[in-house]
């Protein structure tokens, strides 16, 4: 089981998610049975406030987009906007015909 912590040390440690060097003066996750610990951002993600399914409406491409939010993609598809692989929070067109996904961050999406 997770649960916030806050120990100021000052060890080097690092997230067991993303594999950074953890600030110890930052609240993170712990789990004292399994040893591990990480950021609060690569628990709860960007948007934690924002469930599975949540959906947006975007104008452009080729036509109107009914995006939906997905906290991780299957496959890591690359983004339609900057073209990275999407590893993160995602906006995926909902029309199954459309293979429009963008990361959240691109293009200024305000969700």
Partial sequence: MLNLTYHDDREQSYCDI???EKDPRLWYY???NCDTSAHTECVLGQFPFLKDGSTFSHYGHKHRHDL???RK???YP???YCGK???EEI???KKSTCNYIVHCKCR???V
Wanted: glycine share 4%; proline share 0%; charged share 20%.
């Fill in 73 to 75: 993609a299957e496959g």
């Fill in 108 to 110: 200024n999406y305000q």
């Fill in 78 to 80: 690359r983004c339609s």
């Fill in 18 to 20: 993303c594999e950074q």
């Fill in 85 to 87: 692989l999407c590893q």
């Fill in 68 to 70: 939906e939010f997905f």
């Fill in 30 to 32: 712990s789990c004292s």
């Fill in 91 to 93: 906006l995926k067109c």
